[in-house]
């Protein structure tokens, strides 16, 4: 898992750059880089990361991460990469909340396993 990697990386003190990931080369980087100066300005650039980032250090969160996968399973449909504009993420993002209410769940519950039942559907699961 990537995470592990680069946590690994960092306890070892090894260069980040040799560390092999399935995710974009960047956002490893910034990932070492908070790690080493926790500084969590690098990821509050977006809706998605922002939520990501409270869904991991905040246990009673209840921000959902939308990604690409999420937006799929809102729409209905295996949706091809692309920008979620903040209105539509809001209105996912809601969505989302409502549905994991309805349930007895929290959100960022709902979106893990929407996200892995989609891989596990679409192919994409390794």
């Not at 980040?16 to 399935?22: A, D, F, H, N, P």
């Not at 956002?27 to 080493?36: D, G, I, M, P, V």
């Not at 969590?40 to 990501?52: D, G, H, I, P």
């Not at 007895?104 to 994409?124: C, D």
Request: hydrophobic share 40%; with cysteine; charged share 30%.
């Amino acid at each position: 898992m990537d995470a592990e990697s680069v946590i690994r990386c960092f306890i070892e003190d090894s260069d980040i750059e040799k560390v092999k990931v399935r995710t974009f080369h960047s956002n490893k980087r910034k990932a070492f880089k908070l790690l080493k100066d926790n500084d969590v300005s690098l990821v509050q650039s977006s809706n998605k990361t922002r939520s990501f980032l409270d869904n991991i250090v905040n246990e009673k969160s209840v921000k959902v991460t939308v990604d690409t996968h999420a937006y799929s399973v809102y729409e209905g449909q295996r949706a091809v990469k692309a920008s979620i504009s903040n209105k539509k993420y809001y209105e996912v993002s809601h969505a989302y909340i409502e549905a994991a209410n309805e349930l007895g769940l929290a959100p960022y519950e709902l979106q893990a396993i929407t996200w892995v039942a989609f891989r596990r559907l679409e192919g994409i699961a390794k």
